[in-house]
Nanobody, 128 residues
């Protein structure tokens, strides 16, 4: 499968916002599991926002719930992560992952997603 590519990272101040995008050369994300993961220096990779577009189930980790929002372009070829009220604890490399298609998974969360293809990530740095 085509490797997804992330964009939109950068340096922002605390309280600022960024919007990340995930695309895969026009590949449709119809009925696809999409995950956003992040890895901070010295820490394990963690799933923060994952959506299964087979049934529109969505999971937000407690650390980002209420601040981050996942969405998909009407073309279904791009997925976005809107990140608001950023703090230095959000500093990490953010990666997009593609999982299975047409698989309803209950209960749904990032750990249960069948993610198999990963982007290289985009750096997000939040200054204090």
């Amino acid at each position: 499968q085509l490797q997804p590519v992330e964009s939109g990272g950068g340096v922002v101040q605390s309280g600022g916002s960024l919007r990340l995008s995930c695309t895969a050369s026009g590949l449709s994300f119809d009925r696809t599991e999409i995950g956003w993961f992040r890895q901070a220096p010295g820490k394990a990779r963690e799933g923060i926002v994952c959506k299964n577009y087979a049934d529109n189930s969505v999971y937000y980790d407690d650390s980002v719930d209420g601040r981050f929002t996942i969405s998909r372009d009407v073309s279904k070829t791009a997925v976005y992560l809107q990140m608001n009220d950023l703090t230095p604890d959000d500093t990490a490399v953010y990666s997009c992952a593609i999982g299975g298609r047409d698989n309803v998974i209950i209960p749904w969360n990032c750990e249960r997603g069948k993610f198999h293809t990963w982007g290289q990530g985009t750096q997000v740095t939040v200054s204090s």
